[in-house]
């Protein structure tokens, strides 16, 4: 999805806002009185009375768009819920703004100022907004798209860039100083002698950069381990389960057990090489739990292939049967060529059928069987069923379930980032959260400042029709304007002979207009014989 795609499907949710009366009254209220007088329909108060319109003001095209970077609003953290918001703006435009950016020429663009109605909706844990919106949403009561609600977006969005976004590149960095450490440990690792002592071990200086190398994974772990103690204290079993706390807990799981079984010389067995293996793998999947939140990397791989394996999980469940059933076909019909490997089980059948889905089966191999005719018949006739068909379906269905995960991606990037930020505060220290509330990270009330992408100097969405054919009509109308011009560059054309010395211009003139009449009159005979066609 591009750029401007994802920009429009965030600006969608705020037209409703943009049309509300300028400083219009609006309830007013807490959380906590939110979710109590407003059990039944929390969401659909939020959307329509979530955020009050304060004004709208004009500022310099180069001062507003550089202010911005590209992102479709601004937030900002203030103790009152009115304020001058021209001027209380303009400061923080000023305070973004990086130098002269020239834009070409010198115009402005219209700023519409926001406040969100809910106070202390950037309170923390469950004294905001973010987690009680989130156990909904895990708990299945709404969709992904109720943190499109501009309310819930500019909550969002102001956590995430006032401190989430910059605890998350922390996080990233030693998730990095991790994986980088176990990948090292696991190079070292491979040359070392299985016999050897930990004591003989550390008399090496290769043994000691390996340990060495051990020993930082498991303390880049650490962090890690308390976000997920203060995910699972505040969700409990099951709201803490899902895909990547599933994958973040065998990674934990296995680093543990693979310096376990390193430090105690466990080494000799193939228990060790395996859990390294799965665990390079698993490391790189993790990965991408990063980045689903960032612009240029906002792909996350692992949750789109959940989304489409769910989406045909029946369709492949019809394939791998059809793939058994050929599989026992061919071990019955092999029965007496025990001799082929490839058939002498079930389960060895069934993986050639699966290693063979997209080819065809070895026909030397069929014709030096019991049942030649039989066996070649068999392999053309899965070829076509499973490469020809099966497989090509499957590629379809693939690609339309990959197209409806994509959809919506810009909402789904602010539930990940809102899920990132209940993680993190999930972890920090309630003292430190009680220093920042009402002010700083928790401020009382949230004030949104937005370009109206309506009144913006751009070109209209049909360019195309400018360079489509004219119909008959329009052709028409095009050819009468021809004339007429042609008819006025003759009078010029008269006027300039009078100037240089030529025909004087009531000649000019009225040969002008016989020749414009027989033109005319061209024209008119032309169209009359087209009429009479």
């Known amino acids: 999805m591009s750029e401007e795609a994802l920009l429009q499907e965030v600006q969608a949710p705020w037209e409703f806002a943009s049309q509300l009366e300028q400083g219009g009254d609006a309830a007013v209220c807490t959380v906590r009185e939110l979710l109590a007088a407003k059990k039944e329909e929390v969401l659909r108060t939020l959307q329509r009375q979530g955020v009050s319109k304060l004004g709208e003001f004009r500022v310099p095209a180069d001062l507003a768009f550089p202010a911005f970077g590209g992102e479709p609003i601004l937030t900002l953290g203030s103790r009152r819920r009115h304020v001058d918001y021209e001027s209380f703006w303009g400061r923080r435009l000023h305070a973004l703004h990086r130098g002269p950016r020239p834009t070409g020429w010198s115009n402005t663009v219209v700023l519409e100022a926001f406040v969100v109605n809910v106070r202390g909706a950037a309170d923390p844990d469950k004294d905001g907004l973010v987690q009680p919106l989130l156990k909904q949403w895990q708990a299945g009561a709404v969709g992904h798209q109720a943190f499109g609600i501009p309310a819930v977006q500019a909550v969002v969005e102001f956590k995430w860039r006032k401190w989430a976004r910059r605890m998350l590149l922390g996080e990233l960095a030693c998730f990095c100083l991790w994986a980088v450490s176990f990948f090292t440990f696991t190079v070292l690792f491979q040359d070392e002698d299985e016999r050897a002592s930990l004591a003989q071990l550390l008399a090496t200086g290769r043994g000691q950069a390996t340990v060495a190398a051990e020993v930082v994974a498991l303390l880049a772990m650490v962090p890690f381990l308390l976000l997920e103690w203060g995910t699972l204290a505040a969700y409990g079993w099951s709201g803490w389960f899902s895909l990547w706390n599933a994958l973040d807990l065998s990674t934990y799981i296995l680093q543990v057990a693979i310096a376990w079984m390193h430090l105690t010389r466990q080494v000799h067995t193939g228990y060790l090489s395996i859990a390294c293996a799965l665990q390079c793998i698993l490391l790189l999947f993790r990965l ?56 002498a089980t079930i389960t060895n059948a069934f993986l050639t059928m699966y290693a063979n889905q997209n080819g065809l089966l070895d026909l030397g191999l069929m014709r030096s069987s019991h049942n030649p005719v039989s066996a070649v018949l068999l392999a053309v006739g899965y070829a076509f069923v499973m490469g020809m068909v099966i497989v090509n379906m499957l590629i379809g269905l693939m690609s339309n379930a ?92 008269a006027l300039l002979l009078h100037a240089t010395g030529g025909s004087p211009p009531a000649a000019s003139a009225a040969a002008a207009a016989d020749s414009a009449s027989s033109r005319g009159g061209a024209a008119g005979a032309s169209s009359q014989l087209a009429a009479e066609k």
Do not use: C
């Open 402 to 493: 990959l197209d409806k995960t994509n959809q919506d991606l810009a909402t789904k990037s602010v539930l990940h980032k809102a899920e990132i930020i209940d993680e993190l505060e999930a972890t920090i220290p309630r003292f430190i959260e009680d220093r920042f509330k009402g002010w700083g990270w928790y401020p009382e009330w949230i004030h949104i400042l937005r370009i109206d992408p309506d009144r913006l100097d751009k070109p209209s969405d049909d360019l195309a029709s400018m360079w489509s054919s004219p119909s008959d009509e329009g052709s028409s109308a095009v050819e009468a304007k021809l004339q007429a011009m042609q008819a006025q560059l003759d009078r010029l054309e």
């Open 288 to 343: 991408q739990f990063f980045s689903r939140v960032f612009a240029a990397t906002r792909f996350a791989f692992l949750e789109a292939v959940k989304e489409a394996v769910s989406a045909i999980s029946i369709y492949l469940f019809f394939m791998l049967l059809i793939m058994m059933g050929f599989a026992v076909a061919f071990h019955v019909l092999f029965r007496k060529d025990q001799k082929h490997e490839e058939f």
